[in-house]
Antibody, heavy 117, light 105 residues
């Protein structure tokens, strides 16, 4: 079955780090790029950037440089989003998306990250 | 940065009605425009890409039109399962989402 399965909800304190995983199955992982999208509670969607799963090269959107890190482990067909120095405003659902806005568009179920003291 | 503006913010409609949602780009995005539907607690679902190409499994009552800076998503006869928030997305210059239109039944 072709799917992206993301890691579960996380509750973190301000200043901590979190690593969200996105595991692909049912297709060749390195054949499609992966995008990360953020959705704060009750808000719209923000494009965070994407990672080339063939080369590992990440591209970050404005506003997502510095504390946000995209990485891969191609041996287990998994992409990661790490957020460092967490702030309360990082509270959101984070989605990984394969080949967004194309015939191969496929979304993970989302991972809720809550940042609260 | 390309700014996407959707209107209206909220639409209250009845089943069977024809619905038209608008999306405007701050500069031309040619036809690199997609539409998504999102329901509470779910990931967005792709409805349309390339401005007017329906995604796999999307019913024919959904249609898209436009190019350049003005785009429209039309639902010919609204069904109860069509409630949700609709987002447009441009991918001509990186990616930018609109703020969404909530369709209430």
């Amino acid at each position: 079955q072709v799917q992206l399965v993301q890691s579960g909800s996380e509750l973190k304190k301000p200043g901590a780090s979190v690593k969200v995983s996105c595991k692909a199955s049912g297709y060749t992982f390195i054949s499609f790029g992966l995008t990360w999208v953020r959705q704060a509670p009750g808000q719209g969607l923000e494009w965070m950037g994407w990672i080339n799963t063939n080369t590992g090269k990440p591209t970050y959107a404005k506003g997502f440089t510095g504390r946000f890190v995209f990485s891969l482990d191609t041996s287990v067909s998994t992409a990661y989003l790490q957020i460092n120095s967490l702030k309360p405003e990082d509270t959101a659902v984070y989605y990984c998306v394969r080949e967004m806005a194309t015939i191969n568009d496929l979304w993970g179920q989302g991972s809720l990250v809550t940042v609260s003291s | 940065e390309v700014v996407m503006t959707q209107s209206p913010a909220t639409l209250s409609v009845s089943p069977g009605e024809r619905v038209t949602l608008s999306c405007r780009a701050s500069q031309s995005v040619t036809t690199n425009l997609a539409w998504y539907q999102q329901k509470p607690g779910q990931a967005p679902r792709l409805l349309m890409y390339g401005a007017f190409t329906r995604a796999t499994g999307i019913p024919a009552r959904f249609s898209g039109s436009g190019s350049g800076t003005e785009f429209t998503l039309t639902i010919s006869r609204l069904q109860s399962e069509d409630f949700g928030i609709y987002f447009c997305l441009q991918y001509n210059n990186w990616w930018t989402f609109g703020q969404g239109t909530k369709v209430e039944i």
